[in-house]
């Protein structure tokens, strides 16, 4: 006897299940079928493989999309740190001016102060003071010449 196993009987409420041995062959050799249906199933395993490449080009086109974008975030984080960076240069550049505008009216206020101010008792030998208009450049007071020296030779043309 092949089959050393015990047997089991069937009891009531017991369902039978049979399991058949289906040779190899047997499922390498699709059974005949019509010209009509292989054409159906040449169509759709085409279509699937078209599908399966257009889902892998989205997948590798999504991939890129996020490398861009993540490059994107990237350089927008950069800038606006740069902005920023900026943004305090030229605030203190704004409180630096403004504290040499403060400085520089501090210095207009003595300065008309010291001409308003007299000067003292007048000398007759010196000259008056005049002011002189703004931006010009104050006037050159011209030595006299010593009585004992000679007048010294210009050899440039005036």
């Known amino acids: 006897m092949p089959d050393?196993?015990?047997?089991?009987?069937?009891q009531e409420g017991q369902v039978v299940v049979e399991h058949h041995q289906v040779s190899r062959a047997a499922l390498r050799s699709s059974p005949v079928q019509s010209d009509d249906h292989s054409e159906e199933i040449t169509?759709?395993?085409n279509l699937l493989k078209m599908e399966q490449r257009r889902a892998?080009?989205?997948?590798?086109?999504?991939?890129?999309?996020?490398?861009?974008?993540?490059t994107l975030e990237t350089h927008l984080v950069?800038?606006?740190l740069h902005v920023t960076e900026l943004k305090t240069k030229?605030?203190?550049a704004e409180q630096a001016l403004l504290e040499a505008q403060v400085q520089l009216?501090?210095?207009?206020?003595?300065?008309?102060?010291r001409?308003?101010?007299?000067?003292g008792p007048a000398d007759e030998?010196?000259?008056?003071?005049?002011?002189?208009?703004r931006g010009r450049p104050p006037r050159v007071r011209e030595v006299p010449a010593m009585a004992g020296e000679p007048e010294p030779v210009r050899w440039w043309k005036d």
């Open 4 to 10: 050393q196993r015990r047997r089991r009987f069937v």
């Open 43 to 45: 169509r759709l395993r």
């Open 56 to 70: 892998e080009d989205a997948q590798r086109d999504l991939g890129d999309m996020q490398v861009q974008l993540r």
């Open 78 to 80: 950069h800038e606006k």
């Open 90 to 92: 030229c605030a203190e």
């Open 105 to 113: 009216s501090m210095l207009r206020e003595e300065s008309q102060k």
């Open 115 to 119: 001409h308003v101010e007299p000067a």
């Open 125 to 133: 030998t010196a000259e008056p003071v005049v002011k002189r208009g």
